[in-house]
Structure formats: structure tokens, C-alpha cells
């Protein structure tokens, strides 16, 4: 019998109501947002003393702001390139890798673009919003790997000498058709959706949880807080670092 512990901060019936979905679902999707990362430091959007305190998101993540100043918005990325490089993904992160490698069908969905989830283990995640750690240029449209920290020069440059972005979907701009595609179809096809440190707030990559939930899955929600969608799912009130081990150990 699992220890049912009060660490996780969740009453035991609820932990064992939701260890007994995991259990019987054959196809597992995890959608993860900024919380999942919280514990290793790095700042939520909304949260208190989230990354957005001090700036407003269309002061940096719109292509408008980049192109009115590509610098603002690259000393933006460089810092939290930085924190992230100095970070390490947490138990959040782990209990979702391990339980996913030991689970044929499992998929992880994440909003995140620290990479968190494939430096903890995790096969195949797909990232809504790209990636801290690749580029795409503004002229020629290459995407490269750039894991120097800091960069050489602020904004980078391409080989073919255009300026340089980050590979990452800013708010007005469309995500990724091919991760997009993924993740619709893991939701059509989920038995149980685990929403796990987001807000649920950013649209469309919130509407994964209702189109699961529709088609028939059961969803756990794993989050300090409430969200617009807690009422829909069996909430598990706490912090995923926490958490996750419990439910997925
Ligand atoms: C698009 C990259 C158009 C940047 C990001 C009005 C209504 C509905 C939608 C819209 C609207 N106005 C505009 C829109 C569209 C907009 C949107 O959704 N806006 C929101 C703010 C209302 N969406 C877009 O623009 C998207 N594109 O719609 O294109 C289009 C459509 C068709 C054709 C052409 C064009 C693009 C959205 C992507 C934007 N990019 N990120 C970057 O990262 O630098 S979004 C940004 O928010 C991050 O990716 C982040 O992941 C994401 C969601 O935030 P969360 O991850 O949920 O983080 P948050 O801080 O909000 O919440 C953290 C949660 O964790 C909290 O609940 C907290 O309680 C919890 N937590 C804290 N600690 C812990 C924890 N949980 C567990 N454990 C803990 N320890
Ligand atoms: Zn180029």
C-alpha cells in the first residue's frame, strides 16, 4: 500500500481517488505550465513575483515589441536564459519522466520553454511555445540550437547576417502547426488529462483540457490555486513538486 502522506498536502482519500485514475487509464496526457517550474526557481507569469511583475507581456513577448526594440526584448530572454541555466528541473519534473518511461502511453504536453521536462528524462515532449534555447532568423527563417549563455552579441545574427528571435510563440502568433496537430490529437485520445501549474488562462493551448474532457477523459488538476477549469477536475491542491511523486510514485 502506498504511504498516503499529508506531505503532498492533499487529504488521502482525495490521493488515492486520483492515484486510482492513474492507475486504470491506458492513455495519459500531462499538460504542464509555468508551476511545474516554480520550485526550481524560476518565475511564474501570474504568480506573485511572477516574470511579468515588472514588465507587461506586450512590452516583450509580441512581435511588435521585438520590432520596435529587438534589444529589450533579447536582454528579456538572456535573463531568463540565465535563471534557467542556472536551474535544475525539481521532483515535478522527475516523478512525470519516470512514470512516463515506465507508461507506454504517456504524452507530455508542455507551455514551458525551458526544456525542463526532456533534462529531466521525459521522451518526446511537445512544446507549445518553443523553446529558450533555439533561435529562428527574422530573414531566412533558419532555426538553430543556441545554448550559449550569454550570447556573444545581443540581438544574435544570423549566417546570412538577418537579425536573430527567439524560437517562441508570441502572444497574436500561431503555434507550432506540428506540435499543435500532436497535442490536439493526445487530447482527442487521452483517458486522463493531468493539468498540472497553469493558469489555463492562455488560450488555445488551455483548450486542450475541455476538448479531453469532452471526448470522454477523466482530468486531475495539480495547482497550489484555483483555476477557471478547477471545477471540471479532481483537484489536487498543491504543489507539483510535492504532488507528482505521490500520485505518480
Ligand atoms: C494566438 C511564450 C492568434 C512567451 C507564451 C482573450 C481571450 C482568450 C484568448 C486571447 C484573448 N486575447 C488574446 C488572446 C490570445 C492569447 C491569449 O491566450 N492571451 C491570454 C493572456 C488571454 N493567445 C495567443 O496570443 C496565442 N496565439 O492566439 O494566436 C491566432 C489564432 C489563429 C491564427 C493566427 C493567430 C499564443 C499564446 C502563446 C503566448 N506565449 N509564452 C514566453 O514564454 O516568453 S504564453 C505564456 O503563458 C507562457 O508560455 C506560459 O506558459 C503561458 C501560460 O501561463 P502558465 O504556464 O499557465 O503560467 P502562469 O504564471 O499563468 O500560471 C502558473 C500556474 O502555476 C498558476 O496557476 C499557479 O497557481 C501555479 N503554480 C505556482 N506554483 C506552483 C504551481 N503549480 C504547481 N506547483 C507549483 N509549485
Ligand atoms: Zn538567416
Not at 218 to 231: H, Q, R
Request: charged share 20%; glycine share 10%.
Amino acid at each position: 500500500m502506498h504511504r498516503l502522506d499529508r506531505d503532498a498536502g492533499v487529504p488521502p482519500e482525495i490521493l488515492r481517488e486520483a492515484r486510482a485514475k492513474v492507475a486504470s487509464a491506458d492513455r495519459i496526457l500531462a499538460l504542464t505550465g509555468a508551476g511545474i517550474s516554480a520550485e526550481s526557481g524560476i518565475p511564474t507569469f501570474r504568480g506573485a513575483g511572477g516574470l511579468w511583475r515588472d514588465y507587461r507581456p506586450e512590452d516583450l513577448a509580441t512581435p511588435a515589441a521585438f520590432a520596435r526594440d529587438p534589444r529589450l526584448v533579447w536582454e528579456w530572454y538572456e535573463w531568463r536564459r540565465g535563471l534557467v541555466a542556472a536551474a535544475r528541473p525539481n521532483p515535478g519534473h522527475r516523478a512525470l519522466a519516470e512514470f512516463s518511461l515506465r507508461h507506454p502511453a504517456f504524452t507530455t504536453v508542455t507551455q514551458n520553454v525551458d526544456g525542463f521536462h526532456t533534462l529531466a528524462g521525459s521522451p518526446d515532449v511537445i512544446e507549445l511555445h518553443g523553446s529558450l534555447w533555439r533561435t529562428r532568423c527574422t530573414r531566412c527563417g533558419a532555426e538553430r540550437e543556441e545554448r550559449r549563455h550569454p550570447l556573444p552579441e545581443l540581438p544574435p545574427l544570423c549566417a546570412c547576417g538577418g537579425l536573430e528571435r527567439p524560437a517562441i510563440v508570441w502572444f497574436g502568433e500561431t503555434l507550432p502547426p506540428a506540435a499543435w496537430d500532436a497535442a490536439e490529437t493526445a487530447a482527442l485520445s487521452c483517458d486522463l488529462i493531468l493539468v498540472i501549474g497553469t493558469s489555463s488562462v492562455v488560450w488555445p493551448a488551455a483548450s486542450l483540457v475541455p476538448l479531453a474532457l469532452e471526448a470522454g477523459a477523466a482530468g486531475i488538476e495539480v495547482n497550489p490555486d484555483g483555476t477557471p477549469l478547477s471545477e471540471s477536475l479532481l483537484v489536487l491542491r498543491g504543489r507539483a513538486g510535492e504532488v507528482l511523486p505521490a500520485l505518480l510514485g
